[in-house]
């Protein structure tokens, strides 16, 4: 069986001391989901979220390499996919510049819309999961 590997991130912004998480759709398809691609050649899983960060959203981004979430499943292509997820901050004022070819939508959600927007459960399962570490952090910076 072939295993694809993915990285990417959950990239949130803190508004009014919320986190609101940045979701992207597909050009190709009614998938919605998280800034994410596959690793190329010796890259490493942080490079790699980085470098599919910036050629979909054109953001510069740092990864919190302190949290890493791992999903695992079947596609219909018969391959097995393991995603890699960070999660990064960025600056409430930042502007994003998407990629068209693959981009069809994006936007900012807070965390009930964000849950509601994902397309897969696995998806919304790992947004929980990375709300629970952000929100810790966000008020550790108090």
Known sequence: ????VASGAVVYRVVADQPEY??????????????????????????????????????????????????????????????????SQV????NIDKQDEEIANFGWFKTAEAVDRLTYDNLKAALARADLYIRRQINNHD
């Open 91 to 94: 600056p409430a004022t930042v």
């Open 22 to 87: 940045l979701l992207l759709k597909s050009a190709t398809s009614d998938f919605w989901g998280f800034p994410k691609g596959h690793v190329e050649g010796t890259e490493t899983l942080v490079a790699t979220a980085e470098r599919e960060i910036r050629e979909e959203t054109k953001l510069t981004v740092t990864i919190d390499e302190q949290y890493h979430d791992e999903l695992n499943y079947d596609m219909a292509n018969g391959h097995h996919k393991t995603v890699h997820l960070f999660v």
């Open 1 to 4: 069986m072939v295993t694809e």
